[in-house]
């Protein structure tokens, strides 16, 4: 099962709704099949815009993210399950990124240009490459360039 985070907003409320909403909303994950990783609180915070749900509007929301494992096709269930509760302002799901492994080369970029190994490939494709092709024939039978000064 893939990874999904959700961010979630629910409207200002005391803490023994909230406890409750957040409990209905794990409850839809679970019942899917599913299992939550982690909870994240941000808090309440200001919307950058007014959101109408449920036939009120809401300029702050408290902030959740939920991190859980799902079946793909289980996730419009969670969706229309929380979109119907009247204490979820907002959500939505997305896919989490696989964390890619890059090797650090913090040491090779610091060194000088000429000593890095990715400037010094390209000096070698460079010196494969004949780059002498406009260079000055002398066909012109003098012993001597008359250009020169």
Avoid: W
Wanted: proline share 8%.
């Amino acid at each position: 099962m893939p990874t999904y985070e959700m961010p979630l907003l629910l409207r200002i409320m005391k803490k023994p709704e909230l406890i409750q909403t957040l409990k209905r909303t794990a409850e839809a994950i679970f019942s899917t099949g599913g299992f939550i990783r982690k909870m994240e609180n941000c808090g309440v915070k200001s919307l950058p815009f007014k959101l109408s749900a449920h036939g009120h509007v809401h300029r702050q929301a408290n902030h959740f993210f939920i991190y859980f494992d799902a079946p793909p096709q289980e996730l419009n269930q969670i969706l229309d399950k929380c979109n119907r509760d009247m204490d979820v302002v907002g959500i939505k799901i997305y896919k989490q990124n696989e964390p890619s492994n890059k090797e650090c080369t913090f040491h090779e970029e610091m060194l000088p240009p000429p000593y890095r190994p990715s400037v010094q490939k390209l000096m070698e494709i460079a010196k494969k490459q004949n780059r002498n092709k406009h260079e000055f024939k002398y066909n012109n039978g003098l012993d001597y360039y008359p250009f020169n000064k």
